[in-house]
Structures are given as C-alpha cells and as structure tokens.
C-alpha cells in the first residue's frame, strides 16, 4: 500500500483560548509522526522517480528497436517489390522470347517453303517443265484471289509470283502470288492490276509486269587512240579525263649530271 501521510488534528487558534493549549498539544505531538511518513512517501516517491526513468530509458530502447525494425521491414519491402519487378521483367523478356522465337520459326518455315518452291522450279526447269500456259476462263480485272482454269502438270507451286495478261492487249493484266495449284486449277492471290473489264482469253506465266526499258546511258570518254608501245598516260590539264599518250621519262645517270655540273 502506497505511503500516506495522517491527517492533522485542528490546530489550536487564539480565537478559541479555553482549547489553545490541548489542541497545541495534539497538533504538536503529531508533528514527529508527520515527520516520519514524510519521509516514507519520499522515499517512495525518489523510487518510483528512478522506476520512472529506467522505465523511460526502457521505452526509449524499444522504441528505437521498434524503428530498427520497421526500417529493416521496408528495406525487406523494398527488396521485395524489386524481386518482384524483376520477375516481372523476366517475364517480360520470356515473352519476347518466345514471340521471338515464334516469329524466328516462322521465318523458318517460309524460307523452307520458298527453298522447297525454289527447288520445285530448279528440278520443273532441268526437267523441262513450262513456265507459261494459257487460260480462257473469265476473270474481271481487279485484286483479290482469281481462279483460272490452266494446262495440268505446269510448273506453278504456292508463292510463285504469277502474271497474267490479256492475249494481245498487254494494258490489261494482273499480277499476285500463287495459293494453289491442284489438277487444272490454278488460284493466284491478285494485289495489282492493270485496265478494267473482263477478259476471257489469258496468256499466264511466273513474274512480274514487264518493266519499262531504261534510258540509254551516255557512251564512256574511254582511253584515247594511239600511242607507241611503252608510252604512258598522262594529265594534260586538271580537267577529268584530259589525258593523252607520252613517252616514258629517260632516267639520266647521276654521274652523268655530276659531270656536268647539275649537282
């Protein structure tokens, strides 16, 4: 039970002089009593004072552990959240590798094709299969995927670049890539075409539109005419292409030049 102090009697008062002198005496007599409960409370108190401050100290301790900790748990979090975005990043890199390597086999498989219609046209040419056929089905000049009815055993396979053009009108023509070629059916996936209209009667082969023939070039200045054997050429002016034939240069001894006073 905390330390307490007992109360004082009524103090004598000088406005009550028939009970001055008991109650001085009470009053005074309790002074040795207050004395040593005073001094017990404040000794309880100095020690509640110390358990306060270690109390204190104790707190202060904690606490300072408790923001150690919370800062090693968002470095954790931190470290976390930059495991996660690496994850997140080789997941990133996983899918691009893999549309990579998608598209890698694609390409692949392209090129097989077009080495396997490569090597159809390469064995159709040793074996002297034709390259051209005529068609009189009706097609309506435009792009899209055409069918026409052609020669069997041609040598049109899918990718082949086909150009089909009207018999004696070359203004009318279209021009794709093969799809298909099975039997006597022959269906090109058509994206230019030139005219308008309908033809029905069709000169068909491997290629491209005919291109226009290119301007003739200006003829080269050349080397100039003459010159005897062992004749070089030389500049004879800074212009391009100013040159003309001369003799080789003699060598003169050096001798010959001390002799007669050059050096």
Not at 22 to 50: H, I, K, W
Not at 139 to 158: C, H, Q, R, Y
Not at 186 to 194: D, E, F, I, S
Not at 249 to 262: D, I, N, Q, R, S
């Amino acid at each position: 039970m905390p330390a307490q102090i007992t109360a004082f009697p009524t103090p004598p008062s000088t406005n009550d002089p028939a009970n001055f002198n008991t109650r001085a005496d009470a009053f005074l007599g309790q002074m040795p009593t207050f004395v040593t409960e005073t001094n017990a409370l404040s000794t309880e108190v100095y020690g509640l004072a110390v358990q306060v401050t270690a109390d204190k100290a104790a707190a202060a301790a904690s606490a300072a552990t408790a923001t150690a900790k919370a800062t090693q748990a968002a470095d954790q979090v931190g470290l976390a959240a930059a495991q996660v975005t690496l994850a997140a990043g080789q997941v990133t890199l996983a899918a691009g590798q893999v549309t990579l390597a998608t598209t890698q086999a694609g390409i692949a498989t392209t090129k097989a094709s077009e080495a396997v219609a490569t090597l159809t046209q390469i064995q159709n040419v040793a074996s002297g299969v034709s390259f051209s056929t005529k068609s009189l089905t009706a097609n309506t000049l435009g792009t899209g995927t055409k069918t026409w009815t052609v020669d069997a055993n041609e040598s049109f396979v899918e990718g082949m670049p086909i150009y089909a053009v009207a018999q004696g009108d070359p203004t009318k023509f279209m021009v794709g890539v093969c799809t298909s070629y099975a039997g006597a059916t022959l269906t090109v996936a058509v994206t230019q075409a030139g005219g308008s209209g309908s033809v029905s009667n069709w000169n068909i082969s491997i290629g491209g539109v005919p291109g226009v023939q290119g301007v003739q070039g200006i003829p080269g200045i050349g080397t100039p005419t003459g010159g005897a054997k062992g004749y070089l050429l030389k500049k004879k002016s800074t212009s391009d292409f100013d040159f003309e034939w001369a003799p080789e240069p003699v060598e003169v001894p050096v001798a010959y030049l001390m002799k007669h006073g050059v050096f």
